[in-house]
């Protein structure tokens, strides 16, 4: 399995330091299987999953595979899609999860401007 960790996953993993381990064990598990662990996400964060790392953190990720299967390919837009194989996991985001899905609004005004 391929990992992707956008700028803004390792941004906020400096920020909570204190959960940095924790962190890397989960991102282990969703390298194991990240459907099975993974909640499909909907609305605006359609094709994305979700995971939870603690009680109100989680993370927001992309398995390649799935998205294309599931059609949303065309509805996330990643710019580099055509590079990526579809054993590629991408990490977006960890935050705690109330400020995690208002996360890219407040950032770049919309989740299309993330570099995904």
């Not at 960790?5 to 959960?19: D, V």
């Not at 996400?41 to 998205?67: D, T």
């Not at 599931?70 to 109330?98: E, W």
């Amino acid at each position: 399995m391929e990992t992707k960790f956008e700028e803004a996953f390792l941004k906020a993993l400096k920020k909570h330091a204190s959960i940095k381990k924790l962190v890397k064990k989960k991102v282990n598990l969703i390298i194991e299987n990240p459907v099975a662990l993974g909640e499909p996400l909907k609305g605006n964060w359609q094709g994305f999953y979700s995971f939870p790392v603690k009680r109100n953190f989680i993370i927001i990720f992309l398995y390649c595979e799935a998205c294309r299967k599931k059609g949303d390919d065309g509805v996330v837009a990643c710019a580099d899609c055509q590079d990526m194989s579809d054993q590629t996991i991408k990490f977006v985001l960890l935050a705690p999860h109330d400020e995690a899905y208002h996360f890219p609004d407040k950032a770049t005004g919309g989740r299309r401007e993330l570099n995904r």
